[in-house]
């Protein structure tokens, strides 16, 4: 399974992103799809996940600015990040559990700068 992650780049405070990442290869039925972010200095931290059937959970730090969704029929997972804070900042990646086997996509940057 390949993951590709797209939609980071650089926004003002208060502003919005839309985060996307497909998965494509050998897929059969993915039970769970989350999004993680690293900050310099760091350890990755779960921002949002969400399973098969649609149950949700987030981080506290983004509960009602965030949204994940996803699309079975695209294999993709969406995260929607709305009022965007400065600590906020961090390489964005997305992770797919299927058949107990995890995968990482590469990251992509999101960065909340004035």
């Known amino acids: 399974v390949q993951l590709q992650a797209s939609g980071g780049g650089l926004v003002q405070p208060g502003g919005s992103l839309r985060l996307s990442c497909a998965a494509s290869?050998?897929?059969?039925?993915?039970?769970?799809m989350a999004w993680y972010r690293q900050a310099p200095g760091k350890q990755r931290e779960l921002v949002a996940d969400?399973?098969?059937?649609?149950?949700?959970n987030y981080a506290d730090s983004v509960k009602g600015r965030f949204t994940i969704s996803r699309d079975n029929a695209k294999n993709t997972v969406y995260l929607e990040m709305n009022n965007l804070k400065p600590e906020d900042t961090a390489r964005y990646y997305c992770n797919v559990v299927q058949m107990l086997r995890s995968y990482w996509g590469q990251g992509t940057l999101v960065t909340v700068s004035s």
């Open positions: 969400i399973t098969t059937g649609g149950p949700t």
């Open positions: 290869g050998s897929i059969f039925a993915i039970n769970f």
